[in-house]
């Protein structure tokens, strides 16, 4: 199996910049996607970003288009979620995952979650 743990989250002021980051631990030998999902209260968990095992392709939800960034660094079994121009409707326990596939950079289906952390932008 893989474990996933999240860090970076906290409370910043909207217009401002966050940086998450998820440690994969674990069998991490296969040649996995990994992204990001977000769930605010009442709400139901929906799909940030996700990028492939090499960093080519990367998919991002329409609503953090040109503000959010995915990238990894595979050496260190880590992916990033460079958030900038943050908003208080960006408020949500995100979560990292990953699906055990070099090509479903949408992470339709995904086999790991982390813990989760918490963003809250204020308004």
Not at 18 to 47: D, I
Not at 69 to 92: E, F, G, H, W
Request: proline content about 2%.
């Amino acid at each position: 199996q893989v474990q996933l743990v999240e860090s970076g989250g906290g409370l910043v002021q909207a217009g401002g910049s966050l940086r998450l980051s998820c440690l994969a631990s674990g069998r991490t030998f296969s040649r996995y996607v990994m992204g990001w999902f977000r769930q605010a209260p009442g709400k139901e968990r929906e799909f940030v970003a996700g990028i492939s095992w090499s960093g080519g392709s990367t998919m991002y939800a329409d609503s953090v288009k040109g503000r959010f960034t995915i990238s990894r660094n595979n050496a260190k079994n880590t992916v990033y979620l460079q958030m900038n121009s943050l908003k208080p409707d960006d408020t949500a326990v995100y979560y990292c995952a990953v699906t055990m596939s070099d090509y479903d950079v949408n992470l339709r289906h995904p086999d790991y979650w982390g813990q989760g952390t918490q963003v809250t932008v204020s308004s």
